[in-house]
């Protein structure tokens, strides 16, 4: 019985969050004595696709195609399907994202599945198979036990710690996976994309450094970027501040924007309303700079320091350039 | 044309999330519950766009009658009727059902939710009723236009967004700016009062996943507080002891 890994591409490559998913996959099979199958859609190169081997896959499933050019959670789920038939597998795991969860979704419906979105560690699989999840945005967990046939996973970020140790050293046999697909998928024209290039993803991020109302003005975020492109962090900025268009929309981190679970989040004057700690919270080491001892974020953080951000900036910044 | 927008009945984003009943249900004591953040976007703009076509909106949960205050707040902002599915929703496979099982029977132009629960944040619901009625969805959308039967549709995909056309009838999973909050006005609350709410029992639906037991997150520990003029030296500790660098 085989686990499908779905993993994303971005340029051609496997993003990080997916090599996590690809680890998380291989641990399940392990668990439940199956095979670890990889399936990518997009282009990219049996070079790039092999690494999947370095964190327990045996063999990736490669589907590209001109048409699947385009995020299509549509036809992407059609592709999983087949691949999940195909290889007879019988757990599907994905990476928690805005596609993971739309192809996640249709496929559940596809396959008759359960499906369990959030998953934040490996699941237990004596005396039935149970996941954990997180649910009121990381304020808590919840245990539940799949007992459908097919099982359908998608698993967040941090789920699962990734062991480097291995990398270079196991490859993972590529094929190319050729799927049926229907026209009825590709009804959608794309008119225009617009991505931010050159800039690290916030979703993908392992540091990032943020910006609240305290930065005073969107004048004032270059020591912020500073310290950012010194750590090779992403930027990302409080709800009022995207509100306030200082900074782009989908810089805005919190409960009603991007969830982030960098290993280091780096808050420059946001006092850290519950909403915007709802973002965070899956973060693994949390500082917190404000000039108000009193600010609640302190409260959620591991490191802090009380004083004026554009005074304490310029001094991260010329420590990180230190150390890089 | 016709629009269905479904709300969840959710607690209000500030609320402290405690359990009871051995950690298998939550504490609702001195817990607000409102409409879903997403869906009240959704809803937002599901009034918009029936304003700007003459059309109808219907305003479906799935849920127990706890949640018609909430209900009948949708209705005051401007939804002229809605069904509540008389159910505790057991996951999203069950919830999907019984949404698509209504919107079968009415053939919906439209389907607008948020892009996920703030409960259980699974973001899938859109992506099931969907495929369980054969038709498209999107999620999360930022910007929803419709000119006839063609719908323009900005979405966040990573690190930017996407500006696609598509044909109706669709799914959408909704997120800001699509609109702004609507707050009911003293008319659309007594109208409300009068405007059909009608209850329908659940479809059944094979039992997918079981709920076991809730858990809390391991209690924070105390916050390293490091001197301004040292600020310096935080870089290092996060290199060394924290090792995140």
Same mark, same amino acid.
């Given at each position: 019985?085989?686990?499908?890994?779905?993993i994303e591409?971005?340029?051609?490559?496997i993003k990080k969050t997916s090599l996590e998913t690809?680890?998380?996959?291989?641990?399940?099979?392990?668990?439940?004595?199956?095979?670890?199958?990889?399936?990518?859609?997009?282009?990219?190169?049996?070079?790039?696709?092999?690494?999947?081997?370095?964190?327990?896959?045996?063999?990736?499933?490669?589907?590209?195609?001109?048409?699947?050019?385009?995020?299509?959670?549509?036809?992407?789920?059609?592709?999983?399907?087949?691949?999940?038939?195909?290889?007879?597998?019988?757990?599907?795991?994905?990476p928690k994202s805005?596609?993971g969860?739309?192809?996640?979704?249709?496929?559940?419906?596809?396959?008759?599945?359960?499906?369990?979105?959030?998953?934040?560690?490996?699941?237990?699989?004596?005396?039935?198979?149970?996941?954990?999840?997180?649910?009121?945005?990381?304020?808590?967990?919840?245990?539940?036990?799949?007992?459908?046939?097919?099982?359908?996973?998608?698993v967040k970020k941090n789920?699962?710690?990734?062991?480097?140790?291995?990398?270079?050293?196991?490859?993972?046999?590529?094929?190319?996976?050729?799927?049926?697909?229907?026209?009825?998928?590709?009804?959608?024209?794309?008119?225009?994309?617009?991505?931010?290039?050159?800039?690290?993803s916030?979703t993908e991020?392992?540091?990032?450094?943020?910006?609240?109302?305290?930065?005073?003005?969107?004048?004032?975020?270059?020591?912020?970027?500073?310290?950012?492109?010194?750590?090779?962090?992403?930027?990302?900025?409080?709800?009022?501040?995207?509100?306030?268009?200082?900074?782009?929309?989908?810089?805005?981190?919190?409960?009603?924007?991007?969830?982030?679970a960098?290993?280091?989040?780096?808050?420059?004057?946001?006092?850290?309303?519950?909403?915007?700690?709802?973002?965070?919270?899956?973060?693994?080491?949390?500082?917190?700079?404000?000039?108000?001892?009193?600010?609640?974020?302190?409260?959620?953080?591991?490191?802090?320091?009380?004083?004026?951000?554009?005074?304490?900036?310029?001094?991260?910044?010329?420590?990180?350039?230190?150390?890089? | 044309?016709?629009?269905?927008?479904?709300?969840?009945?959710?607690?209000?984003?500030?609320?402290?999330?405690?359990?009871?009943?051995?950690?298998?249900?939550?504490?609702?004591?001195?817990?607000?519950?409102?409409?879903?953040?997403?869906?009240?976007?959704?809803?937002?703009?599901?009034?918009?766009?029936?304003?700007? #076509?003459?059309?109808?909106?219907? &305003? =479906?949960?799935?849920? /127990?009658?706890? *949640? %018609?205050?909430? @209900?009948?707040?949708?209705?005051?902002?401007?939804?002229?009727?809605?069904?509540?599915?008389?159910?505790?929703?057991?996951?999203?496979?069950?919830?999907?059902?019984?949404?698509?099982?209504?919107?079968?029977?009415?053939?919906?132009?439209?389907?607008?939710?948020?892009?996920?629960?703030?409960?259980?944040?699974?973001?899938?619901?859109?992506?099931?009723?969907?495929?369980?009625?054969?038709?498209?969805?999107?999620?999360?959308?930022?910007?929803?236009?419709?000119?006839?039967?063609?719908?323009?549709?900005?979405?966040?995909?990573?690190?930017?967004?996407?500006?696609? #056309?598509?044909?109706?009838?669709? &799914? =959408?999973?909704?997120? /800001?700016?699509? *609109? %702004?909050?609507? @707050?009911?006005?003293?008319?659309?609350?007594?109208?409300?009062?009068?405007?059909?709410?009608?209850?329908?029992?659940?479809?059944?639906?094979?039992?997918?996943?079981?709920?076991?037991?809730?858990?809390?997150?391991?209690?924070?520990?105390?916050?390293?507080?490091?001197?301004?003029?040292?600020?310096?030296?935080?870089?290092?500790?996060?290199?060394?002891?924290?090792?995140?660098?």
């Open positions: 019985m085989s686990v499908l890994i779905y591409l971005d340029n051609g490559s690809v680890a998380y996959g291989a641990k399940v099979a392990a668990q439940t004595g199956g095979q670890a199958i990889v399936l990518a859609i997009g282009k990219s190169d049996s070079d790039e696709l092999e690494k999947a081997g370095d964190f327990g896959a045996e063999k990736v499933l490669h589907a590209s195609d001109e048409k699947l050019s385009h995020e299509n959670s549509m036809a992407y789920a059609d592709i999983l399907v087949q691949a999940a038939e195909s290889t007879q597998s019988k757990i599907i795991i994905l805005g596609l969860d739309a192809m996640a979704a249709r496929a559940a419906a596809k396959l008759k599945a359960g499906i369990v979105s959030g998953v934040t560690a490996l699941p237990e699989t004596e005396g039935g198979f149970k996941v954990t999840r997180s649910i009121f945005t990381g304020k808590a967990f919840s245990t539940v036990e799949i007992k459908s046939d097919i099982k359908i996973l998608v789920a699962i710690e990734l062991d480097e140790s291995s990398v270079g050293t196991v490859k993972a046999t590529v094929e190319t996976f050729s799927p049926q697909l229907r026209d009825a998928d590709f009804q959608a024209t794309v008119v225009e994309v617009e991505k931010a290039s050159g800039e690290v916030l991020a392992q540091v990032i450094v943020s910006g609240g109302r305290g930065m005073k003005g969107p004048e004032n975020w270059q020591p912020l970027v500073d310290l950012a492109n010194a750590l090779g962090a992403a930027t990302g900025c409080s709800k009022p501040v995207s509100d306030l268009d200082w900074r782009p929309h989908h810089e805005h981190i919190g409960q009603t924007g991007i969830k982030v960098p290993n280091l989040y780096i808050a420059c004057g946001i006092s850290g309303a519950i909403q915007h700690l709802a973002g965070v919270n899956g973060s693994k080491c949390i500082v917190v700079i404000n000039k108000d001892p009193e600010a609640p974020f302190f409260k959620a953080a591991d490191y802090g320091i009380v004083g004026d951000v554009f005074e304490i900036l310029p001094k991260l910044t010329e420590a990180a350039r230190a150390i890089k | 044309m016709k629009i269905l927008v479904c709300i969840t009945n959710v607690p209000d984003t500030t609320s402290k999330i405690t359990f009871t009943d051995n950690d298998t249900k939550l504490n609702k004591n001195g817990v607000q519950f409102i409409i879903g953040p997403y869906d009240d976007y959704a809803l937002a703009r599901g009034v918009e766009l029936k304003e700007q #076509t003459g059309g109808t909106l219907t &305003v =479906l949960h799935v849920g /127990e009658a706890d *949640a %018609e205050p909430q @209900i009948r707040k949708a209705l005051a902002i401007g939804a002229d009727d809605a069904i509540r599915v008389n159910a505790e929703p057991m996951d999203s496979y069950f919830t999907a059902v019984q949404i698509a099982d209504i919107a079968r029977q009415e053939n919906y132009d439209l389907i607008l939710m948020g892009r996920e629960s703030i409960d259980y944040n699974s973001g899938v619901v859109h992506g099931l009723v969907a495929e369980m009625l054969g038709i498209s969805s999107y999620s999360p959308v930022m910007k929803l236009d419709i000119s006839g039967n063609t719908v323009t549709i900005a979405r966040e995909i990573d690190g930017g967004k996407e500006i696609l #056309t598509a044909n109706l009838p669709l &799914v =959408l999973g909704c997120q /800001e700016p699509i *609109a %702004e909050w609507k @707050i009911p006005n003293m008319r659309g609350i007594m109208t409300a009062r009068t405007k059909p709410l009608k209850v329908v029992e659940p479809v059944s639906v094979i039992e997918m996943t079981e709920p076991q037991h809730y858990s809390l997150p391991a209690p924070k520990g105390a916050c390293k507080m490091i001197p301004a003029s040292e600020a310096g030296t935080l870089i290092r500790l996060l290199q060394t002891e924290a090792k995140v660098l």
